[in-house]
C-alpha cells in the first residue's frame, strides 16, 4: 500500500469510516481539516496530538466566522447605543447585545461542536455558558469600574464560561487551561479594540474595537471547545 493509500486508511479508522482509496473518494490533501476527530461508532475521544498548543485550520475559521458576529454587535453600538440607552435603558440595552453574540456567535461555532449529545443541546447550554460570562464580566466592572473592573471582568468571565464548558463536556481536567486559554485571548482581542477604538474614536474606533474582540474572544472559545472535547484523550503515539 502506498503512503498516500496508508495516510487516507488510517485517517478512516479514525473517525470510524470503511477505508476507502483516496481515488475513490477525495485526495488527502483536499480532506477537511477536523478540529476534533471523533470515533463516531464509539462516541469516545480519540488521541490527541500532545503539543503545548495546536491551532487548526477550523480553529481559526470559527474564530473569524465570531469575529464578524461581533463587528455586527458592536455595530449596533456604533450606531444604536444611544437609542438603545434612551428606549431600553442600561441593562436591557446590555440585554439585548448578550441575546445577540449568543445567537450570531452560536451560529459561529456550533460548527465545532463534534459530540453529538452536546451537538443536540448546543443552544441551551450554549446560552448558559454566554450568559455566566456576560453576568460575571458587568457584576465585576459595575462594582469596580474602570481598568480594573474590565480586568476583572476577563477574568471572572473567562472562568464562569470554563465552568460550563467543562460541566457539558465533562472536561473538568483540563478547567485549568480552558480558563486561562480563554482568559488570555479573551483580554488579547478586548484590550487591542479597546486601545484601537480610543485612538481612532468615533464609529470607525467601535467597528475596530468588535473586530479585534471577536477574533481574540472567538479564538479563545474555538480553542476552548477543542480542549473540552479532548479532554482526557490518550496522547498519540506519534
Known sequence: MSDRKR?????????GLPFFPPSAVLPVESAPS???VMN???RNRVPNEGSLIKFSRCQFEGSLRFGVASVLVYA???FGERWMYRH???LAAYGVWTLLFISLGGLALKPLVVQASAKRTFWLWFSLAFFAYAASWMASYFILRRAAGE???????SAALGVVLAAV???WSS???IAVELFVAHSAGYFLGEWLHYSLRGKIGMLFWGACYGLGFGLGLARALYLAQTADAPQSAD
Not at 10 to 15: E, F, G, M
Open 169 to 171: 463536556f465533562g472536561a
Open 175 to 177: 478547567y485549568p487551561r
Open 151 to 157: 480586568w476583572l471582568g476577563s477574568l471572572a468571565g
Open 34 to 36: 477536523l478540529c476534533v
Open 76 to 78: 449596533t453600538v456604533a
Open 40 to 42: 463516531t461508532a464509539t
Open 88 to 90: 431600553l435603558g442600561l
Open 7 to 15: 495516510a487516507w486508511s488510517r485517517l478512516c479508522v479514525t473517525i
